[in-house]
């Protein structure tokens, strides 16, 4: 297998309201992306066009703070000024998602309502504009316990996989797979980042030439909220 990942130029500035399928089409033009592309879209720009964004005191350091408390269902850890909280979605992050980069001074972005939700959108969206049949993965820089430095995840699919189950399977010795999930929107996530990058203006990726057994048809809903995240039953640390 062979990957091509690319990013989109040439969107601007998102603003409340946009329709982010039109903004994307505009940029890249009708032509280019083909059926069973995947789409990767920063959280950032999918909570402009929702909306998601709360005016702060930009003089002062620590106006966001109300805004973390809100957005917490649970505060896991404190340190100093930063908090690691689980949101209403399950996700566990640094200051329950709530950011400052990437957005005009003065506000902060919240995560979308339901990521999954507005993966699914630009998918039916891009389907009714040009007529092709593409995935939509909405992705989030997150830190990792015990490892250094961030990477992209996933915070919302459509179109595509969002575990991909190698249990039963055989592994390249021949031996039967008794626990391996491969949390494949993570993957593809991470590596759409490594085109987007974090300060280069570029908040959509196309990966082209996954899988085509991964990919899935209007009637197959995945989710990250309900296929990655662990519950709190199931999960060690919490």
């Known amino acids: 297998m062979s990957l091509e990942i690319f990013a989109i130029e040439g969107i601007g500035e998102v603003r409340p309201h946009d329709d982010l399928a039109e903004v994307i089409v505009e940029a890249v033009g009708a032509d280019v992306l083909r059926h069973r592309d995947c789409l990767v879209v920063t959280q950032k720009v999918v909570s402009k066009a929702e909306g998601r964004l709360v005016a702060i005191n930009p003089s002062d350091p620590l106006s966001h703070k109300p805004l973390v408390e809100a957005e917490s269902v649970r505060v896991l850890r404190r340190r100093g000024d930063l908090v690691i909280a689980e949101t209403s979605h399950g996700f566990v992050c640094a200051n329950a998602g709530v950011d400052l980069s990437n957005v005009e001074e003065g506000f902060a972005a919240l995560l979308p309502v339901d990521a999954d939700r507005s993966a699914r959108r630009i998918r039916e969206r891009l389907r009714a504009r040009i007529g092709v049949e593409v995935a939509v993965v909405v992705s989030d820089t997150f830190g990792r316990p015990w490892r250094r430095g961030v990477a992209d995840v996933a915070i919302g699919c459509a179109g595509i996989a969002a575990v991909v189950d190698l249990r ?71």
């Not at 031996?175 to 494949?184: G, H, Q, S, Y």
């Not at 995945?222 to 662990?230: G, N």
Request: hydrophobic share 45%; net charge negative.
């Open 168 to 238: 039963g399977s055989n592994d390249a010795l021949g031996r039967e797979l008794k626990v391996t999930e491969v949390a494949l929107v993570d993957e593809i996530a991470a590596a759409a980042d490594l085109v987007m990058g974090k300060s280069a203006g570029l908040p959509v990726a196309v990966i082209r030439g996954l899988d085509d057994a991964w990919f899935r048809d209007s009637s197959q809903h995945s989710s990250v909220q309900s296929e990655i995240v662990r519950s709190p039953a199931d999960d060690l640390f919490r």
